[in-house]
């Protein structure tokens, strides 16, 4: 891939994940989409070790990588997935829920999940998160929503405490909002 430009940052919406690039890995349409998001069986390596295996376009990001997520063979023949790592396991939280379109038509359901080190249930929570998408079937013709399970995307990332993790704008512009949007009249 040829260089980025200067500011570049590969932040896809839950939409984009699910309608583009999901669609497009489910689908094979494009051969080295691979190369923006790789398919990787993330349960074998442990999390902090996830960012030297991610695409191109992330290369570089110290928040959040992606990957595609192949189904795992005792998930086909029923049984649940296997979450476990080399030091820990990843352990899901709250419901699942719909993922919806720029339209407001369901296009996915969102898992979140969090790392533990060590072993359940004794494991210490870590500041590691990932949430894993997967696409609805659209050819179904029924009006409960089918999942579709040979492949999922998942948006592996570390908590920074801040509770605008993600923003990209400079801090001198958050710090010039914050102070106008607390204006104080002083006499």
Not at 23 to 41: A, F, Y
Not at 49 to 65: I, K, R
Not at 92 to 104: E, L
Request: hydrophobic share 30%; charged share 25%.
């Amino acid at each position: 891939m040829e260089e980025m430009a200067v500011g570049f940052r590969f932040y896809p919406t839950e939409e984009e994940l699910i309608s583009f690039y999901l669609h497009t890995m489910l689908q094979h349409k494009i051969s080295n989409i691979n190369r923006v998001i790789p398919l990787l069986d993330i349960y074998t390596l442990d999390p902090w070790n996830l960012p030297q295996h991610c695409g191109e376009l992330c290369q570089g990001d110290t928040e959040q990588w992606f990957f595609f997520m192949p189904r795992q063979e005792r998930e086909e023949r029923g049984g649940r997935p296997s979450r476990t790592t080399g030091s820990g396991y990843w352990k899901a939280t709250g419901s699942p829920s719909y993922v919806y379109s720029s339209d407001n038509k369901v296009i996915g359901v969102k898992k979140s999940m969090v790392f533990y080190r060590g072993k359940a249930p004794l494991g210490r929570k870590t500041k590691w998160k990932m949430n894993e998408y997967r696409a609805i079937n659209e050819d179904s013709t029924t009006s409960i929503p089918m999942l579709r399970h040979e492949m999922s995307v998942c948006r592996v990332y570390v908590v920074s405490g801040s509770f605008r993790a993600f923003d990209r704008r400079p801090i001198h512009h958050r710090v010039a909002e914050t102070s106008s949007s607390t204006m104080v009249r002083q006499d």
